[in-house]
């Protein structure tokens, strides 16, 4: 049932996106439609003025009349141009407006400007709210807002009431990650203890390769069952799947018993050519005398 729930959600998420989207793009190409036929017939009238510029006024046909409605001057050359306004005063910054955001139980009170958009205020909630921009979802009368619409164009005002939830997909997410996490972690402890034991087991092989090349012979049995011990750490490590950072690691892992199996092999053909040494006692015997003397006494 959740899952169709969000699946749904999703759906109509969608369907309203694109709504949205086709309209903006209708708005977009009927505003590049009226700028087009605006620019075309500021130039047949430069044009015609231009043409009938014999009847006085200025060089370029235009009136000052003309140039002060449309913002534009005329430079001593007859070249009409954008009207320079070097000396007016900077326009003031727009004014902020406090805005209450209601997230669950816990009420904020952000100041932002009023012609920020809605994402701005996302990013600004992102600190107090710890939820993500991407994860948020800002309502206000009614309806969810897109991050690109403005405050102001929306009607937000001083002390508006904008409702924040978090996305039900962005739950999703988060546990599907922290899952992941974890299969990781788990996967990292098993090739710690791995590496752990083949340490140990690299120890005792440094240990009767000492004793070979000292010409004292090991016990064959002793270098079987290392061998054996290493196979099964080779087939621990079969066993784990490769994901992210833990395949190098088991990798690197996989090469260590590797390498110790084939330096046992090795040890293995010279113990074998070593003898044993068979350590003797010669013992002195003393006998005793052939007859003995034996003194009588009445």
Not at 39 to 65: I, Q, Y
Not at 81 to 90: C, H, L, M, Y
Not at 103 to 129: C, N, P, Q, W
């Amino acid at each position: 049932m959740e899952k169709t729930a969000i699946i749904n959600c999703r759906r109509k998420r969608t369907i309203l996106f694109s709504l949205f989207l086709s309209s903006h793009n209708q708005l977009e190409r009927t505003r590049r439609r009226r700028r087009r036929r605006r620019n075309v017939e500021m130039d047949r009238a430069v044009e015609m003025r231009r043409r009938s510029g014999s009847d006085g006024g200025s060089s370029s046909g235009w009136t000052e009349e003309e140039t002060e409605a449309h913002g534009l001057e005329v430079r001593p050359s007859g070249l009409l141009v954008q009207k320079r306004d070097d000396g007016a005063s900077p326009a003031p910054p727009p004014p902020e407006i406090r805005v209450k955001v209601a997230y669950g139980a816990a009420k904020h009170e952000v100041s932002v400007s009023s012609i920020a958009t809605f994402g701005d205020l996302k990013k600004l909630l992102a600190g107090r709210t710890g939820l993500q921009p991407a994860d948020q979802r800002i309502t206000f009368k009614g309806r969810e807002r897109t991050n690109k619409e403005f405050l102001d164009t929306c009607g937000v005002k001083t002390k508006s009431k904008l409702v924040l939830t978090e996305d039900p997909t962005s739950l999703e997410r988060r546990y599907i990650e922290m899952r992941k996490n974890a299969r990781m972690q788990n996967i990292l402890r098993v090739i710690s203890d791995i590496s752990f034991e083949v340490d140990r087991l690299a120890d005792q092989v440094t240990a009767i390769e000492k004793s070979i090349a000292k010409g004292k012979k090991v016990a064959e049995v002793q270098i079987t069952t290392l061998i054996e011990l290493f196979m099964m750490q080779a087939v621990k490590l079969e066993s784990i799947p490769s994901e992210g950072n833990s395949s190098l690691q088991k990798n690197l892992q996989a090469k260590r018993v590797q390498k110790c199996v084939e330096t046992l092999d090795v040890l293995k053909i010279s113990n074998a050519r070593l003898h044993n040494v068979v350590v003797t006692t010669k013992w002195e015997i003393f006998e005793p005398p052939a007859t003995t003397n034996w003194e009588f006494f009445d």
